[in-house]
């Protein structure tokens, strides 16, 4: 049996100790991966990334296939979250392992995955968000490994 804390019982007045003014919040650094039809909105994929990872974490990269990456939908997305477009070709993308394979993209573009194998590969991480469908924007996220481009 415990004995009861010394002094009197808590008003529930007391303020609740909370982070310092001077601590700082350590959040993770992500790559994402993106998956688009061309002529894509860059509003579109901006809040795609946003609504995927609101503001739990730092972007490094946009992470595509390299068809896309020179599209300026593509190129002014990242251009508004501050960060550039890491390109990787089809046969690249094909060799990585993905939770999700698509039978119609592998038709289309030549990889059964674009955002997922994507973000594996920019990040040199782990997959921590899978392919998720916003508003016809595909994103995956990967944390950043030791490897990971800069």
Do not use: W, Y
């Not at 979250?81 to 038709?107: D, I, K, N």
């Not at 594996?120 to 991480?125: K, T, Y």
């Amino acid at each position: 049996m415990t004995s009861p804390p010394a002094g009197p019982p808590p008003s529930g007045d007391e303020p609740v100790p909370g982070p310092r003014a001077d601590a700082t919040v350590e959040r993770t650094a992500v790559v994402v991966g993106v998956g688009v039809r061309p002529g894509a909105d860059a509003e579109k994929i901006t809040r795609a990334v946003e609504s995927v990872l609101g503001d739990t974490a730092t972007v490094t990269c946009l992470a595509t296939i390299d068809r896309r990456a020179p599209d300026p939908g593509v190129r002014a997305a990242a251009a508004a979250l501050g960060v550039p477009v890491v390109a990787f070709s089809a046969a690249q993308l094909a060799e990585v392992g993905t939770p999700h394979q698509s039978p119609r993209t592998a038709r289309g573009v030549g990889t059964p995955s674009v955002a997922e194998a994507a973000a594996l590969l920019a990040g040199s991480g782990e997959l921590l968000c899978g392919r998720t469908v916003v508003d016809g924007v595909v994103i995956a996220v990967a944390t950043v490994g030791a490897s990971a481009p800069n």
